[in-house]
């Protein structure tokens, strides 16, 4: 997926179709982060209605949020044919994600069968529509690690969806399942949706970008050829064994702890042999957030050996903010930094036909003194979210740092904007 080779002008959408996915989902992450002060019980037990809301803020309102949108953008250039009708796409799955996730979360915090409505509604008929349109994208690809990295997260969304909209349609009262299959459904859920859809588009996306972006040497060929879909067949026995063969479930635990752990310890050994050693705010966050996959592990290994730990509450929710904040937001905020200010240069390029040194270069259209600023706050939200699910007083803090971060974060993404009309870049 390099930018740089593969995309041409004709092929590339108008920098306003993925620009409006990307400066949504900091107001997400600030949504998420007004509900922890507002209600920090939202880290105390993994079931309150507040932690479910705030858990969606996070997982659709940040993560899909930016990840469909980056897809929307890479997908003609990692899969080499082009999503059919992408402006209509982008309308059709940004407005309803959006709006479908503000119901979700209204519907778990009031309880009101209405709001679960919408959001069945919405995030059913947006996210299917991305599916579809993108699948037919896929479908055509040639094959490659990347390209079978994504189709096994999209895959992965697609399960998850189906599982998050029964669960809606269990929760607004619409249809009942005994209990015990309903707790199966839940962990199939966040299974599906954390370890696969991403993960396994993390992993997918990374053997393009982390030899680019930080000039490593490429993954080893044999890890990238059998991880994600290792990984993806782990998940699956996950996720039915308890039906079927319960016997299994630990062995399929233990394989997806130790596939997580090679993929976080080969990307950290791949970026300690980067050629260019300049600093960079993007590298800073791959790292946090590979770190925080290995302290996931850690977690999850101390909860094997003291079954006390494993029943507590702060463990779940000590995974969960780990793997959501420490590791995917990190990750996604990370290549935010790298692909707004690219896509500017990039249309302003195209659009302008100009010469090198009457535009801005990439490094220009971002101040890197503020991505600091804003790497440094996430890094103590981070610090204070997991201090947080072991000491609750933390969490008002916790929120209200996590708060900054997310402002700074939307204003560093704004100013890229800003900079691109002000050479006169035209958004679509
Ligand atoms: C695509 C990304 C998504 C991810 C990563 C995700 C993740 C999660 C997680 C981690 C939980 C908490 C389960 C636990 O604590 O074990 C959860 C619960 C839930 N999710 Fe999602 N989710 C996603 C999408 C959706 C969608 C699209 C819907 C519905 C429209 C949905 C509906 C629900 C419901 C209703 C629950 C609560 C189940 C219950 O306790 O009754 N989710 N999800």
Redo the contacts with the bound molecule.
Sequence with gaps: MNPQAGLSFGQAPPYSMPLRFFLTAPLFLLAAAGLIVWAPEALAS??TPQ??AL??AL??GF??MVMLGALLQMLPVVAGSSIPAPRWVAWFSHAPLTL?TIA?MTG?LTAAPAA?GI??AL??GG?TVFLAMASISLARAAAGVTVTGVRLAMAC?GV??LL??T??L??AGWWKLPAAE?TIA??A??AF??LG??LLLVIGVAYQVVPMFQITPPYPPRLARWLAGALFALLLLHATSPLFFPAATSFADAGLAGGILVFAVATLRLQAQRRRKLPDVTLDYWRLGMASLIACVAVWLAARLWPAWAASDAY?LLL?VLF?GGFAVSVVNGMLYKIVPFLAWFHLQAQLQARVGSIPTMKEMLAERWTRWQFRLHLVACALLVGATLWQQLAIAAGGVLALSALLLWLNLLSVARRFSGHGGRFS
């Design positions: 993994r079931w932690t479910l858990t969606h997982t659709l993560l899909a479908g979700l778990f679960f959001g069945i995030l059913g996210i969304l998850t969806l998050g909209l669960l809606a269990l929760r309903s839940i962990a859920h966040a949706g954390l859809w991403v779940p969960g959501i």
